[in-house]
Every structure is written in structure tokens, then in C-alpha cells.
């Protein structure tokens, strides 16, 4: 298993803001990672990094062996990396199908995208039910799932998921993780970001855990979910 993504000593500011203080991680080929921490704790702001969408101030960010930091957010798609931003972010006016298109725009191969929004369709079954209905009228598991299936489109290496269950009902997120266990199955690594802790180190390979913009432990999600520490601050008891 080669890494393939590599973040050190990462610092991301908000103007005089310093929310990402030094981080390190990384994610190896094939495996899910989560990070996980509490609402302000710097995760979205990690992610929109990596994705290109903020300039760090320092640090690197190393991904299939480059230095993408600073780079922009459509060379880093083109690079491998998709990202499902926090409160989905579809665009509501468009149909379902029209969505699944844009997240092919890095893409020409006809064939190769058809035979994707096939596989997005085994994915999410519903969303092949309604690929006529316009995103916007689609419930929030609905949109969660079409927010998925775009940022698969463009047939990424990593990708980067934030918050997904954010907002849905127990049952339904327990649907999304089993798909997003299904899409690193197929062969997709995940970098998944949490504030549902317990759902996430349940699936996850490893685990880090961020506060107010550091990472304070780190290591194999099961053991971490049955830490102490990690329990009584991110388990309730
Ligand atoms: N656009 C922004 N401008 C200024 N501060 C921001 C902005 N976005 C996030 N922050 C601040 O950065 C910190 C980390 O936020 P964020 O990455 O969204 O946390 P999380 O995703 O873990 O909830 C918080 O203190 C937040 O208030
Ligand atoms: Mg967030």
C-alpha cells in the first residue's frame, strides 16, 4: 500500500485567522480515512485545501508523488482528487443526469462516461429512478447520493467526502456508508471527513482526530474507537 497522499505541517489561515495549525497525515492506496472532530474543529477547512479551493500558508501537500499545494482547484480534479463539499452543493436547477455530465467535465471518452453513470446508477439505484427529476427537488439523502455520484463522474483516485451524513436520518446514513465502502471496494480511496464519529471509525481503515485546527491522536480506528479519550469526547460516554 504507497501513499498517495501526504499532508505536512499544513497551515491554512482565514486572514489572521490560523485554523489549520501544522497538521500531518496521510492516506495510503485503497484505504478509508477518516477525520474526524467537532463542528469548528478545522476539517472543512482541511479538505478545501487539498481540493485547491484555499492556498495554505505553509506546508505540502504531496498527492501521487506531487507537491499539488497551491495548485488550482481544476488541475487537482484533472489530478485525481473529488470532493463532496459539506451540505452537498448540487446544482438544483439541473436534472439528475445533468449533474452526473458536469462531473465528467474533465473528461472526452464517451464510452468510458456512459459505462460510469452505469456504474453510479448500480450505486444508487434511486437516483436511476429519478434522472429526469430536477437535483433541487431530491430529498437530502437523495442529494447526498447525487453529490456522490458527480464527484465519482470524474473517475477520481481520492475521494474526499465531507460530512455526509450530515442532516439525514439514521437508516439512510447507514445506507451512505455502506456505499462508501462499496466505492472504495471498487477501488477508490477515501478521505472521509466527520463530525458522526462513531460512524465513521466503524468503517474507517485509520482514524485522526482534530481540535481547534491540530491533530491530538491518531492510529487505527477501531482501537481508537474503543479509546477512552476518543469515547468520552466524541462518543458521548
Ligand atoms: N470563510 C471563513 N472565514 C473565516 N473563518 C472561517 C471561514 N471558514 C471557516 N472559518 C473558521 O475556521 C475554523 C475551522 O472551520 P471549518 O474548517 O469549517 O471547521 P469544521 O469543518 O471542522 O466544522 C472555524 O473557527 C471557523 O470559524
Ligand atoms: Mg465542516
Redesign the pocket.
Known sequence: MGKLLELKDLNVY??A?H??KGISLEVNQGEIVTLI????????????TISGLLKPKSGTITFAGNNIAGSKAHEIVHSGISQVP?GRRIFAEMSVMENLDLGAFTRKDKEGIKADIKHVFELFPRLEERKDQIAGTLSGGEQQMLAMGRALMSRPKLLLL??PSMGLAPLLIKEIFNIIVDINKAGTTVLL?E?NANMALSIANRAYV?E??RITLSGDARKLAASEDVRKAYLGG
Open positions: 482565514y486572514g485567522i485554523a489549520i472532530g467537532a463542528n469548528g474543529a478545522g476539517k472543512s477547512t482541511t479538505l478545501r459539506e465531507d460530512e471527513v463530525q482534530l481547534t485546527g
